[in-house]
């Protein structure tokens, strides 16, 4: 496609932007880690909730979108539509614990939570582990998707696009840390939900297309609406729906959806200025991520069934581009080509918007393990702030390398989604537990990380016919039973740590009532125990999310009356959240503790 002057101009301002702003927060980045890390702890809900949001937007979700949809239907967006529970427990459970333990990153939590050289090595260990290899893996499949937005719109090499867009997203990302990562998501999220709004419009508007209605009625496309799969097709609704339910969203470790919260969810938790900003931020984040995003995707990826029905029209279609990048993922990228001039300049900015948002937040969570868990824990203690944030830049343009590296070997977004989903299999109850049971170690982690890790090689290196949720589901059994064998069977965390745990965190509950007691405190009442309120503000605030999300689907599918019930459970869960929202506050869960 050629880009014509309205549509550079448009692309320029976007890329000037973010490089003013890099600009404008680099000093006062420069200042301490603190400022680098998590600027300053002084961040309101709504900027974090964007923030959240917006690195969770990314080229490779539209991608990712499309191949679900494309395969299973839209019933197949449930192996990430369950994880909206993993979020709802965050806001109601974790979030407030997470800014009242005051750590720097959520690496940090291990020697605040355990003792010893086991949470010592736990700390390092899991910095490069996921600061370095998670980290990298999820950038590649987002530079992935970059590749095959360039190759299909620009006919540009792999090579080239890497180049281009990690060379702009280091340079403000290493400027202005997290401070202008979060500046700047604010602008790129707006551009970013604009431009897929426009894209799903011009896909939808289609000639072979022909509207809306047309669309829900033609015969590649009828038979994928359904929200729910077919109950009598255990083969489709086992995969599809039961264990993303019952299994994945509390079992499996998956970054920006991991149990207890983590990761940079927990960073931008962290860098909230009060713990009331922290769960107003995760709520924002998972309500925008649910019941907003997924429909402008999800109407290309069905438009691209009547322009593009399989792969070999794809094929057809762009014949140059590489064999190994072919897959349905493409299929979003391919229907951007329609787009006409002035419109082409603005979602290919929101694209490149959408990389630069995600990018930046790794690159910077990375960095901060890897300078403040791994460098200044391991290797200079000493170190001052102005040292701090010169290694942290250097770590940010090595990630940035790395990920290149990989993103050209990989396939497609699907591949990376579940080899992620298969490492942490297992791994997610014990985050959960983790803050609420006195007995769990080090040892139960290193045990949970070892385990996982060894059976997701496994599979990766035999052919023993499984499908990926049988995978999974073995992955979560013996990672959990081995988990639960090495908590028994090792010491437990010395009593000083724990009492110093509980005072400072404050998690209640029966599994802290022999520490608590050991301190001379006296146990609180069963009923004053936040997590209860919180686990009901769990289940409205995901009947609420998930109401608006098949609300409008059946809105956009001409269904008045479903949409109408929907409409109706969303609306009426909001209603009773509220009060009981104020009630969880009541119990100190959410407030400023002192």
């Not at 860098?271 to 922290?278: C, G, L, N, V, W």
């Not at 998972?286 to 691209?304: D, E």
Request: with cysteine; net charge positive.
């Amino acid at each position: 496609m050629i880009l014509q002057g309205i549509d550079l101009t448009v692309i320029a301002a976007y890329f000037l932007l973010t490089l003013v702003i890099g600009a404008w927060s680099a000093r006062r980045a420069g200042r301490n880690a603190g400022e680098f890390f998590l600027s300053g702890r002084s961040m309101p809900w709504w900027l974090l909730g964007v923030s959240m949001v917006a690195t969770t937007f990314s080229t490779d979700t539209p991608n990712l979108v499309a191949d679900i949809t494309r395969r299973d239907g839209v019933a197949g967006n449930w192996v990430w539509w369950a994880f909206l529970l993993t979020g709802m427990l965050t806001v109601f459970v974790y979030a407030a614990l997470w800014r009242r333990s005051g750590v720097v990153t959520d690496l940090e939590f291990y020697e605040l939570r355990y003792s010893g050289r086991p949470a010592a090595f736990l700390r390092g260990f899991r910095a490069v582990y996921l600061g370095l290899f998670f980290n990298v893996m999820v950038m590649a499949a987002v530079t992935l998707a970059a590749i095959k937005i360039g190759s299909v719109l620009f006919g540009m090499s792999p090579l080239v696009t890497v180049a281009l867009a990690g060379t702009m997203t280091v340079a403000f990302s290493a400027a202005g840390g997290l401070r202008s990562v979060i500046l700047t998501d604010l602008v790129l999220f707006g551009i970013a939900m604009l431009g897929s709004v426009v894209a799903a419009w011009v896909a939808v508007t289609h000639p072979a297309v022909g509207g809306l209605k047309a669309l829900m009625a033609h015969p590649n496309v009828a038979g994928r609406l359904d929200l729910l799969p077919d109950f009598d097709q255990p083969d489709v609704m086992i995969p599809l729906f039961l264990m993303p339910l019952a299994v994945q969203w509390w079992a499996a470790w998956y970054p920006g959806s991991e149990p207890g919260g983590g990761g940079y969810i927990a960073q931008r938790m962290l860098a909230a200025r009060t713990e009331k900003d922290a769960v107003g931020a995760t709520m924002f984040f998972n309500a925008a991520h649910y019941a907003l995003r997924p429909w402008p995707w999800i109407l290309v990826a069905l438009a691209s069934l009547v322009v593009y029905p399989d792969l070999e029209s794809l094929r057809q279609a762009f014949p140059g581009v590489d064999a190994s990048v072919m897959g349905h993922d493409l299929a979003y990228p391919a229907m951007l080509t329609f787009l006409p001039a002035g419109w082409l300049g603005l979602v290919v900015g929101s694209l490149a918007a959408a990389y630069m948002s995600t990018i930046s937040t790794h690159l910077n969570w990375g960095a901060s393990y890897l300078t403040h868990d791994f460098y200044r824990r391991f290797v200079r203690p000493e170190a001052g702030d102005r040292e701090l944030v010169r290694i942290g830049r250097i770590a940010t343009v090595g990630l940035m390398m790395a990920t290149a590296v990989l993103a050209l070997r990989l396939q497609n977004a699907l591949q990376a989604f579940q080899i992620l989903l298969q490492i942490g299999a297992g791994t997610g109850l014990l985050f959960i537990l983790r803050w609420f049971w006195w007995r769990i170690s080090a040892w139960s982690e290193i045990a949970a990380m070892a385990i996982s890790f060894a059976v997701a090689l496994f599979f990766a290196v035999t052919e023993l016919g499984l499908s990926a949720w049988q995978e999974l589901l073995i992955g979560v059994v013996l990672t959990t039973l081995g988990w639960l064998a090495a908590t028994w069977m090792t010491r437990p965390t010395d009593s000083e740590t724990l009492r110093r745990f509980v005072s400072k965190v404050d998690p209640g509950g029966p599994g802290w009532r022999r520490i608590a007691e050991s301190c001379g405190e006296q146990p609180e009442p069963a009923q004053a125990w936040p997590v209860k309120a919180g686990l009901l503000c769990m289940g409205l605030g995901s009947a609420a999310i998930y109401g608006f999300l098949f609300a409008t689907g059946n809105w956009l599918y001409g269904r008045w009356l479903p949409a109408l019930g929907w409409t109706l459970v969303a609306v009426t869960s909001v209603i009773v959240l509220i009060p009981a929202w104020r009630r969880l506050e009541a119990t100190g869960l959410g407030r400023d503790h002192g």
